[in-house]
């Protein structure tokens, strides 16, 4: 178990690299470790060679609880090694949603973001990474499970959301609660593929237009006209009943190939289980390390929340 870290990968340092199987806990104060996880290349100058060859990451079988921030971020930038990575069978919980009161801001899954720079016009390149966000519990986390964002390519399903947007005893502003954004801030023609996955929202917090979040200058497929290639996302109720209709969602939609997608960097397009067809239980249980957690875990205590209501689809 790794507390108030930070793990920062240089990508383009390394290659190949793949994280397994760690639990990652924070405080979540602001003078502790920002982001459990940080992985990057800079941002291009005169002074680099040219880089071209991508660079490999896998995050699997990891849990994250309460880190201020991310608990993933993806920070690449075009003209540096393009990021392909896969994050896969993690579970990202929140034991104490809100908290602290005067050091909480916004915890968050995954986010796919720029490379950083001081140069304002280093700031405005894109980013490059495609990465794939799979088979993953979500449990009471407040947003970005995950964001795309900036220029980069996601791919996100078969994912439990559960009670997202969960606040504890603490009201927040609503600026930056979300589950699964694309765009937002300088979005540079994000790219985004979300199907599969499972909303249950928190009680308290039931407009479920924020479920799925489009903003202009994104190209977002939702599958949202049930055309076959693509597997439609499942809404349910806060007792985990699916809804009668989808939640009124807004934004630049459009038709996008997931074979493309992946053959643009000589991949094979993964096999997506559609929703009827996956054991929510399954993926529930899969999710984290692969190791016995004792009842008073508070990550088992967090995936015991999710037990029953999952069990019943």
Known sequence: MLKNVQFKIDLEKSNNVLIEDLIFRSDGKVDRARDAILFNTTIPSDRDASATNPVGLRVTHCAFDGYLDMSIESRGAAGRPRILATIDHCLFFDNRPGEPADGFANRGGVNLAVALDTNAAAAELAGNARITVAYNAFIRVWRRMPRVAQGNVGHAYNN???????????????????????????TKD????????????????????????????????????????????????????????????????????????????????????????????????????????????????????????????
């Open 190 to 313: 994000a790219t985004a593929v979300i199907q599969a996955n499972r909303y249950l929202p928190w009680s308290q917090k039931q407009d479920l237009n924020h479920a799925i979040t489009v903003d202009d200058g994104t190209k977002a497929d939702l599958n949202l006209d049930n055309r076959p290639n693509l597997k439609p996302n499942r809404f349910d109720d806060p007792n985990g009943r699916p809804l009668p209709n989808k939640p009124d969602l807004k934004g630049p939609f459009t038709q996008l190939s997931v074979a493309k997608l992946y053959s643009d960097d000589g991949l094979r397009e993964p096999s997506v289980q559609p929703i009827e067809a996956v054991v929510w239980r399954d993926v529930l249980e899969g999710a984290g390390p692969r190791r016995t957690f004792d009842a008073d875990d508070p990550i088992d205590r967090g995936k015991g929340h999710a037990r029953s209501l999952v069990q019943q689809g």
């Open 160 to 186: 439990l959301l559960f009670q997202w947007g969960h606040t504890g005893d603490h009201t927040r502003p609503e600026t930056s609660w979300n589950a699964t954004p694309v765009g937002a801030d300088k």
